[in-house]
């Protein structure tokens, strides 16, 4: 009675080598799958396997005695060898079945398989093995450019021009009618009052230099 046990590698496996000079006793049934499955990123070619299965297999008992798929295949150091020297003490028709299915290679992982050779030589004994080898090949992806971020103009910001205002002891507090000047002079509500006073002083002085006048006058 046979087992499936799966078993996980950190390293790459590169053969597999198995059911080989088993099972040599009358009677005995062998069999045995391979599907292996190959996933290469990067840069790789691939192409179809070499095979070399059911050679000198089969032998005694009634014919045909093989059904092998490829056949005849004879590739010496092939990457897939087996049932070869198997079920050769004679039994039932079609005793030695043995496929290998569509598969490819590549040499940037090479990987080797060797199963159900010089197995199964009792009398009225089967091998029955399969194979199935696989690369898959995916393209290193391009990475996609970071995008560089524009750069920016500042915005002028308008500016005020300077100004300096004068302020002086003695024309402070003296602004003329209708002045723009800013400043106290700009405030009529204040200024007014003191233009017109400032006027009735005048005429006042005048005055007086008027009757002073007159009165040297008389003098006279």
């Known amino acids: ?31 045995c799958t391979v599907h292996v499955i190959n996933q290469i990123t990067g840069t790789a070619t691939s192409s179809g396997v070499t095979v070399n299965q059911c050679g000198g297999s089969g032998a005694g008992g009634p014919a045909p005695s093989l059904n092998c798929d490829p056949f005849p295949a004879t590739t010496t150091g092939a990457t897939i060898t087996q049932c070869n020297g198997s079920t050769n003490g004679g039994g039932a028709p079609n005793r030695v079945e ?35 080898l696989v690369n898959t090949i995916t393209a290193v992806p391009t990475p996609t450019p970071t995008p560089t971020a524009a750069a920016v103009t500042p915005t002028p910001v308008a500016t005020s021009a300077a100004r300096n ?28 009052p003191l233009q017109a006073g400032l006027l009735v002083l005048i005429l006042g002085v005048a005055a007086s230099f008027g009757f002073i006048a007159r009165s040297g006058a008389t003098r006279r």
């Open 165 to 192: 205002t004068l302020h002086d002891s003695r024309t402070d507090g003296i602004a003329l009618a209708g002045s723009a000047t800013s400043g106290p002079g700009s405030n009529p509500g204040v200024w007014l």
């Open 1 to 31: 009675m046979c087992t499936t046990t799966t078993t996980t590698y950190d390293t790459l496996s590169t053969s597999v080598d198995q059911c080989n000079d088993a099972a040599n006793g009358g009677g005995s049934n062998v069999v």
């Open 98 to 132: 043995c496929t290998v299915a569509p598969s490819t290679q590549s040499a940037q992982l090479a990987v080797s398989i060797n199963q159900c050779n010089g197995a199964a030589n009792g009398g009225g004994s089967l091998v029955t093995c399969t194979v199935s």
